[in-house]
Nanobody, 118 residues
């Protein structure tokens, strides 16, 4: 299994920046993909960005050019968020995908709140 802990959320004004971090522990050597999801009040959880073990990245269109996902080793993932907008407000969750033979192959953190004020 993998345990995930997010940090770095907070309150920021429109146009500001935040850097989220996700610390992973446990069977991190088996992680295939890590990603950031967010959930705004009253909306479904959505993928923000993800990154494979080979460093290939994928972003939702609305954050391209503003957000950057990265991993510095097996254990830590980041999301640099620039030019934040009110529509970026939500709880941001770290996600990790393991091989399917794990009983829990999809792991989630508890989330960190990002609030962008107008």
């Amino acid at each position: 299994q993998v345990q995930l802990v997010e940090s770095g959320g907070g309150l920021v004004q429109t146009g500001g920046s935040l850097r989220l971090a996700c610390a992973a522990s446990g069977s991190t050597f088996d992680i295939k993909i890590m990603g950031w999801y967010r959930q705004a009040p009253g909306k479904q959880r959505e993928l923000v960005a993800d990154i494979t073990t080979r460093g290939r990245t994928n972003y939702r269109n609305s954050v391209k050019g503003r957000f950057t996902i990265s991993r510095d080793n097996e254990d830590t993932m980041y999301l640099q968020m620039n030019s934040l907008q009110p529509e970026d407000t939500g709880v941001y969750y770290c996600n990790a995908i393991l091989p399917s033979y794990y009983s829990q192959f999809e792991c989630w953190g508890q989330g960190t709140l990002v609030t962008v004020s107008e």
